[in-house]
């Protein structure tokens, strides 16, 4: 049966966990794999969801089947927290997903079932996966301009030129915030500009929110998401809980559909249901539980914005000191840009050449493209971590 299968290529990423892994150097920098870090490397579990854990462990007294959509009241808080409480409920479904992964492909399934030949723009460059989950779901690929790797920010007019030769109907995916892998991010007049574009055009916007409250805060990074919404007659979204929630491993993640009216909505709504009967029936309970437990509790939901803030204060931090080093080991402003990027991620903008000469010379870790994770940053090296940069420039 398996005798002409070719092993499936290697997850680079997680490939170069394993190298740093194996590497014996103690000054050794992982600035790879996407989890966000506190000081200390680790990546803890945020104290209000160990709280709704245990509340959750003591008041469940089952763990019969919840249904397709999995948990209604976090389906709603969900909502909420992506369109902001002065959005139109009526208009907006919710179904909970397996992570802002299952999400997308749930979101994709539906578009399938909405248009066999749906063709989705994405962003130059993109979230590796965002293609492939797009591909599995049988939609059409086209790609707009995005990052202009020598200033470091968004190539805006070239990606409004891409977008006004998409036909009718098509999809433009859009990070809702911190851009991943480049951290560049459209401001707030840009976003005006694509809703107008989009409106215009008789385009569906596609919004992937995986790192809400990782930008500018909570409500600021959903700006351009409910900028969108205000104008346009549909969109639909995906949303992740597992960078501003941590909590990676149980898989938690919203598909959600705005659509003309309500009855719409919910047609929308059943055929998402039904796409997701066919590949996992439902989603994981647990974190979907204790994230919705965590934003119905006015006291916990503090506690967690207080601990997401400190978490975003903490990478912008890094960023400003990293900016530094690299202007002062460099004698110059090429990497000013890591300071006004926002989320997880920037990328340098080094070749993989160089890439490749940084984690072999100084054990300094990052992704081929030369993507790095901010809260990787080390706090008391920053100037060693630019020299080295430094020294593999030409
Ligand atoms: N979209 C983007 C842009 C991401 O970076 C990620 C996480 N790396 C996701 C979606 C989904 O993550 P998950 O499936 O782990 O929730």
Redesign the pocket.
Known sequence: MFEDLQPAPADKILALIGLYRADPRTNKVDLGV?VYKDRDGKTPVMRAVREAEKRLLNSQDTKTYLGLAGDAGFNAVMAKLAFGPGADMTRIRAAQA???????RLVAELLKRTRADATVWLSDP??P??MPVMRAAGLQIREYPYFDAASGFVRFDDMLAALLTAERGDVVLL?GC???PTGANLDAAQWQAVTDLVVERGLLPFV?I??QGFGDGLEADALGLRLLAAKVPEMVV?S????NFAV?RD???AAMVLARDSAQADVAMSQMLSAARAMYSMPPDHGAAAVRIVLEDASLRADWEAELEEMRLRMLRLRVQFAEALRRQSNSDRFDFVASHRGMFSRLGLTEGQVERLRAEHGVYMVGDSRINVAGLPEDGMDDLAKAIVSVLD
Do not use: I
């Open positions: 996407g397996p992570g802002g992964s299952g999400a997308l993109t979230w996966n965002h990070h911190c851009h991943n992937d995986a790192y995906a992740s809980c597992s960078k990676y898989r938690v993640g």
